[in-house]
């Protein structure tokens, strides 16, 4: 399941989607918020990070602060209203799965868990592909930058993936997994995006929006690079209640309830003012 940058942020969002071409369009658009991406050119690397600020969110929202070519890692309101973040990574792609059912997986194919952070649940997911995820409840707060990194250390024909965020209310990192998969690569193909995945009419009547800001990706040779330009897409959901723009220090993201398409177009590439801040440390986070 190899992903281009775009390719990833694409077939990422519409996954989470669902089988949106079962529903006639212009149900699809009462049903649900649109799902919307920003992706961000960046060399191939061994890190990246950004700050996820959730300024607008509901029950049935997720942000996804660094989707890669190979997971993806946010934070989630759950329809229930409690809040969790979650990082994912995807099985090696199986063709004899017929079923995107988790357990049809071959062994051989699915993700190594190598280590779980205190605290944090473990879990298979399916119906996107199939793969390996790790939990933690955490409340984070609207308006409150939470900060996200991953690391990827390509082995032989595996590449064992990272997930870390910062616990503002404890002020240090929080290991989420170290989850190994059949790559090979370093990290590729990054991208945000915000989803509805509530879906139940009333869902699509409420705003969800975010700035994605202090983007990094380090690169394989160590060199630090700032995620000053993103292409802002979208997935098939044929509704117009979606924006994106730059801010000072990254991008904002909004869909749904009352938003409208002023900003910026449909596959246009977006650019922020080069950052004043220092590049990332590296000190706190676990290696």
Not at 29 to 36: E, F, L, V
Not at 63 to 87: D, H, W
Not at 207 to 229: E, S, Y
Request: aromatic residues 10%; hydrophobic residues 35%; proline residues 5%.
């Amino acid at each position: 399941m190899k992903r281009s940058s775009m390719l990833a942020a694409m077939l990422a969002a519409t996954a989470l989607t669902g089988s949106a071409n079962a529903i006639e369009p212009a149900e699809l658009a009462k049903r649900q918020c649109r799902s919307i991406h920003l992706g961000y050119p960046a060399p191939a690397s061994e890190w990246a990070l950004i700050d996820v600020i959730a300024e607008k969110s509901a029950p049935g929202t997720y942000f996804c602060a660094l989707g890669f070519n190979r997971g993806y890692f946010g934070m989630q309101e759950l329809a229930s209203g409690k809040k969790v973040v979650i990082f994912s990574v995807w099985d090696k792609h199986d063709p004899n799965n017929k079923t995107d059912r988790q357990q049809d997986t071959a062994e051989a194919n699915r993700v190594g868990v190598i280590e779980v952070g205190d605290g944090v649940r473990k879990g298979r997911f399916s119906g996107e592909g199939t793969g390996s995820q790790s939990f933690y409840d955490y409340d984070w707060k609207i308006g409150e930058p939470v900060r996200f990194a991953v690391h990827a250390k390509p082995e032989g024909e595996f590449t064992t993936y990272t997930g870390q965020f910062y616990d503002a209310s404890r002020k240090q990192w929080q290991l989420m997994a170290s989850f190994r998969t059949h790559s090979g690569a370093p990290l590729a193909g990054l991208y945000s995006f915000v989803e509805d995945f509530r879906r139940n009419y009333e869902s699509a009547k409420i705003a969800r929006r975010a700035r994605f800001v202090n983007g990094w990706a380090m690169d394989t040779k160590g060199a630090w690079h700032p995620l000053i330009q993103a292409r802002f897409t979208a997935d098939p959901t044929p509704s117009n209640a979606i924006d994106a723009a730059p801010v000072e220090d990254g991008f904002f993201l909004q869909t749904g309830g009352d938003t409208k398409n002023e900003k910026t177009k449909l596959r246009d590439m977006m650019k922020r003012p080069k950052p004043a801040a220092d590049k990332p440390a590296l000190s706190d986070l676990k290696l």
